[in-house]
Nanobody
Framework: QVQLVESGGGLVQTGDSLRLSCAQS????????VGWFRQAPGKEREFVGT????????YYADSVKGRFTVSRDNAKNTAYLQMNNLKPEDTADYYC?????????????????????WGKGTLVTVSS
């Protein structure tokens, strides 16, 4: 089993920055890609971004491209979501997820059902 714990959420203002962390335990961290999804009240969970096992390849949703950065530190078994220029529409619960992908394809990565393990989420609220 893989355990994922997110941290770093909070209340910020429009234009602020925030960095979320995702700490993984239980299995070899480098066996897994890490993804970030978010879910706003009354909406479906949606893809935000992802990084492959080595940290050399990333993908992002169009809504966050240029503002958010996904990275990982394999020595610390931790992944990060750096969020800059936050907007009220970024308000959501943010979830870290891990999965194994023989082919790191965007069409697979954006689907909730493609991922194997999930954290419990951390709330990000952006006030206007």
């Amino acid at each position: 089993q893989v355990q994922l714990v997110e941290s770093g959420g909070g209340l910020v203002q429009t234009g602020d920055s925030l960095r979320l962390s995702c700490a993984q335990s239980g299995r070899t961290f480098t066996n897994y890609a890490v993804g970030w999804f978010r879910q706003a009240p009354g909406k479906e969970r949606e893809f935000v971004g992802t990084v492959n096992w080595s940290g050399t390849n990333t993908y992002y949703a169009d809504s966050v491209k240029g503002r958010f950065t996904v990275s990982r530190d394999n020595a610390k078994n931790t992944a990060y979501l750096q969020m800059n220029n936050l907007k009220p529409e970024d308000t959501a619960d943010y979830y870290c997820t891990a999965g194994r992908f023989p082919s790191f394809r965007y069409s697979d990565l954006v689907k909730v059902r493609s991922w194997d393990y999930w954290g419990k989420g951390t709330l990000v609220t952006v006030s206007s």
